[in-house]
T-cell receptor, first 113, second 113 residues
């Protein structure tokens, strides 16, 4: 049962470019939307997260855009760097209901020098 | 601060054998999760503990998978007997009560041959 759909599966961007990854969710009860970054051989690490009471959150080069009516959210990586090459997962959870997260399938980002 | 510790890092077993994974969460984190991450997919929740009680095990294949967290700290996940389709990375994560962020371990990569 896929509750969070993520696209694209893979993305290649030139250094300095903008990387955009999109996610859509089904359950309107979700109220917490984190993005995780995973390097090979490592566990996922929280990158940035948003609650549905705001439409955008920015932390450094990373921005989440959130569209509650469309049930969609996206991650934008500005000035992409080779060190950003990793797999990115979006997720959604219900904070009031044990906070178990449902993950998207992941996007493998490659930033070319 | 020490992170979530998991062992072993890698395990290769034959189908129908049994295997166990161990997780030591971050000190003070009452919530502990086990996730299964099949290659090319996002993590899928298997079981969630709050202290030593099970909060959600609805996606745990209980005919072959079991997990325990006897003293509310360390946890073990067992598979008996293993099937080929159990080949995956098993991730443990923990979260401090009241916090939204879950911290992941490096995972155990299981290969069933």
């Amino acid at each position: 049962q896929q509750q969070v759909k993520q696209s694209p599966q893979s993305l290649i961007v030139q250094k300095g470019g903008i990387s955009i990854i999109n996610c859509a969710y089904e359950n309107t009860a979700f109220d917490y939307f984190p993005w995780y970054q995973q390097f090979p051989g490592k566990g996922p690490a929280l990158l940035i997260a948003i609650r549905p009471d705001v439409s955008e959150k920015k932390e450094g080069r990373f921005t989440i855009s959130f569209n509650k009516s469309a049930k969609q959210f996206s991650l934008h990586i500005m000035d992409s760097q080779p060190g950003d090459s990793a797999t990115y997962f979006c997720a959604a959870s219900m904070l009031y209901n044990n906070n178990d997260m449902r993950f998207g399938a992941g996007t493998r980002l490659t930033v070319k020098p | 601060e020490a992170g979530v510790a998991q062992s072993p890092r890698y395990k290769i077993i034959e189908k129908r054998q049994s295997v166990a994974f161990w997780c030591n969460p971050i000190s003070g984190h009452a919530t502990l999760y086990w996730y299964q991450q099949i290659l090319g997919q996002g993590p899928k929740l298997l079981i969630q503990f709050q202290n030593n009680g099970v909060v959600d095990d609805s996606q745990l294949p209980k005919d072959r998978f079991s997990a325990e967290r006897l003293k509310g700290v360390d946890s073990t996940l067992k598979i008996q007997p293993a099937k080929l389709e159990d080949s995956a990375v098993y991730l443990c994560a923990s979260r401090f009560t009241g916090s939204t962020e879950a911290f992941f371990g490096q995972g155990t990569r299981l290969t069933v041959v």
